[in-house]
């Protein structure tokens, strides 16, 4: 049984290093993980040949760091990212480097929580872009799959579900870049986006498909809602939906 199992990873200051999770198929987390560092330069990757995968509600998985010099988290999945436990992306040093979700082929699809929050001016990214020349899948993608003829809107790839609430939060004043792209559509719950910057730039962009902000999810839950906050009136916001559909 894997009741009472973690899988944790700590560095304990003063690293430099790379932590890589990486599987010609799927990377599963079956059980709870952390990675913990401290005053750290670590990048840390997980990349799998199909998809990433977190399997159970309390399978959460976490990447705290506190003070680093230039890590950086990037995930790529060739198909999807499916979350089922929490998943937590806490970077406050000063100089964090890019923190990105990539879905090459497929969704990115959260059934639990999700919450970023980081000090500096990084990119924060969440895509599912289908980067594959000519709209195509990776690794055979999900069935069935009707590619990207405009008008057809498709809902098997290529898409952003949030299905509870996402959390993305900087605490640092001056410029940053948060995407949420998609080739199809975005679908959220719960999405509150909180810059304490006066010039930061936020878009939420489906390339070929339709945004629903407030609609993923339990239609029953009475805190369904999108929330952009940022300190003064410099910041850009821009939402666009199927700009690119050309039918």
């Given at each position: 049984?894997?009741?009472?199992?973690?899988?944790?990873?700590?560095?304990?200051?003063?690293?430099?290093?790379?932590?890589?999770?990486?599987?010609?198929?799927?990377?599963?987390?079956n059980i709870p993980f952390t990675s913990t560092e401290s005053g750290d330069k670590i990048t840390s990757r997980v990349?799998a040949g199909r998809d990433i995968r977190s399997t159970a509600n309390n399978a959460d998985v976490s990447f705290l760091?506190?003070?680093?010099?230039?890590?950086?988290?990037?995930?790529?999945?060739?198909?999807?990212?499916?979350?089922?436990?929490?998943?937590?992306?806490?970077?406050?040093?000063?100089?964090?480097?890019?923190?990105?979700?990539?879905?090459?082929?497929?969704?990115?699809?959260?059934?639990?929580?999700?919450?970023?929050?980081?000090?500096?001016?990084?990119?924060?990214?969440?895509?599912?872009?289908?980067?594959?020349?000519?709209?195509?899948?990776?690794?055979?993608?999900?069935?069935?799959?009707?590619?990207?003829?405009?008008?057809?809107?498709?809902?098997?790839?290529?898409?952003?579900?949030?299905?509870?609430?996402?959390?993305?939060?900087?605490?640092?004043?001056?410029?940053?870049?948060?995407?949420?792209?998609?080739?199809?559509?975005?679908?959220?719950?719960?999405?509150?986006?909180?810059?304490?910057?006066?010039?930061?730039?936020?878009?939420?962009?489906?390339?070929?498909?339709?945004?629903?902000?407030?609609?993923?999810?339990?239609?029953?839950?009475?805190?369904?809602?999108?929330?952009?906050?940022?300190?003064?009136?410099?910041?850009?916001?821009?939402?666009?939906?199927?700009f690119q559909d050309v039918t």
């Amino acid at each position: 049984s894997d009741l009472g199992k973690t899988f944790d990873v700590k560095f304990t200051g003063g690293n430099t290093g790379d932590l890589d999770i990486m599987a010609g198929h799927d990377v599963l987390f079956n059980i709870p993980f952390t990675s913990t560092e401290s005053g750290d330069k670590i990048t840390s990757r997980v990349f799998a040949g199909r998809d990433i995968r977190s399997t159970a509600n309390n399978a959460d998985v976490s990447f705290l760091s506190t003070n680093d010099n230039n890590s950086t988290l990037t995930w790529v999945a060739r198909r999807n990212i499916t979350m089922d436990g929490i998943l937590t992306a806490s970077y406050t040093g000063t100089n964090t480097g890019i923190m990105g979700f990539q879905a090459a082929g497929g969704n990115i699809t959260t059934n639990n929580k999700v919450r970023i929050s980081t000090e500096n001016t990084n990119h924060i990214l969440f895509s599912a872009e289908m980067l594959n020349p000519g709209c195509g899948v990776l690794n055979g993608g999900n069935s069935p799959y009707t590619d990207c003829t405009p008008g057809n809107h498709n809902n098997q790839d290529g898409n952003i579900y949030f299905n509870d609430s996402v959390t993305i939060a900087r605490t640092i004043n001056t410029h940053s870049k948060t995407d949420i792209l998609a080739m199809h559509n975005i679908r959220t719950q719960q999405l509150g986006i909180t810059n304490a910057a006066a010039n930061d730039t936020t878009n939420v962009i489906s390339y070929k498909g339709d945004i629903w902000l407030g609609y993923s999810g339990s239609p029953t839950t009475n805190d369904n809602r999108f929330t952009y906050m940022a300190t003064g009136d410099g910041g850009q916001l821009d939402i666009k939906a199927g700009f690119q559909d050309v039918t």
